[in-house]
């Protein structure tokens, strides 16, 4: 399957030409509310995460309901927050017109399984450095249409993503604070995953976002200009062989942009010295035009 970034003539060309993706802070994306809406949710559903029969150990169920309070508080309150999150955005859609009219009239086409492999190794190598969570994740986005439909999904992510995670690390009969260290992973993971969150508006989009964490002070954040805004983003090398082509939405002249994209296409499997690696071209159907 195939993933698609909507974006304009010059990022795909500077994409292309260096391999590098930008992931936008999330604090800065255009949904203003899928942040906050997805700690709100997760914050509801952990209360309900652990029955009063719960099969996990008192103490362990304590302490992480404990945590649970500290921890929304800070994550909606912007405290103690010594990373920050980043977000490429994707979608499965190939040729969706609110997204050519919104992000731009071109998409670069990602091969979605060699990008799955460049993140499991990613990940591999994250916990390799620091023992424990890996901080980087490809995650197909639920779209809230019913709020019981939403606590359900973020029950089921707290389940089946958060308690395992702590219960791998945790040292039962240990003091208190042997198990401290365990809250910052707590909290990072519950901030990967409020990034899954989206409302309906958005649900033609079809978003699969790739999500990474880095420290708010980082060699790899750079800032780019936008109303007035400076806004933090962070750059991402992937391997040429993920961007699989090219596609063109409903811009006048299709035909000799796409002879344009021929030409460049060409010039670049030379600088590759990959004469059998292409991109594929393609073209919009849809039948719009600005006047």
């Known amino acids: 399957m195939n993933l698609y970034h909507y974006t304009d003539l010059n990022a795909v060309h500077a994409i292309l030409n260096t391999h590098t993706i930008r992931m936008t802070d999330i604090r800065y994306l255009n949904d203003k509310t899928e942040y906050l809406q997805g700690l709100e949710i997760l914050q509801k559903a952990s209360h309900k995460v652990f029955p009063h029969d719960s099969e996990h150990d008192q103490e362990f169920v304590d302490v992480i309901q404990e945590w649970f309070k500290k921890c929304f508080e800070e994550l909606l309150n912007f405290q103690n927050a010594s990373e920050s999150f980043y977000i490429a955005s994707f ?30 190794r990613l990940r591999v190598q994250r916990m390799a450095r620091t023992g424990k969570f890996a901080k980087i994740e490809l995650i197909k986005c639920h ?50 995953l ?37 806004i933090p983003y962070y750059e991402l090398d992937l391997p040429h062989q993920v961007f699989s082509g090219v596609v063109i939405g409903p811009v006048e002249n299709q035909k000799i942009t796409a002879q344009s994209l021929d030409i460049y296409n060409s010039h670049r499997a030379t600088k590759l010295r990959d004469e059998r690696y292409r991109l594929t071209i393609e073209t919009s159907n849809i039948p719009y035009r600005t006047l």
């Open 194 to 230: 409020a990034t899954t969150f989206k409302h309906d508006a958005f649900s033609e989009e079809q978003e699969v976002r790739l999500v990474i964490s880095d420290k708010i002070v980082s060699e790899r954040i750079g800032f780019r200009d936008k109303n007035n805004i400076l």
């Open 91 to 120: 979608s499965r859609s190939s040729d969706t017109l609110s997204q050519w009219r919104s992000y731009g009239m071109f998409a670069i086409k990602l091969d979605e399984q060699k990008l799955k492999e460049i993140v499991g």
């Open 143 to 192: 779209y809230v249409r019913d709020k019981y439909d939403a606590l359900e999904e973020a029950s089921e992510l707290i389940r089946s993503k958060v308690v395992p995670i702590m219960l791998e690390w945790w040292q039962p009969n240990a003091p208190i604070d042997k198990n401290q260290h365990l809250y910052p992973d707590l909290k990072e993971v519950i901030s990967m």
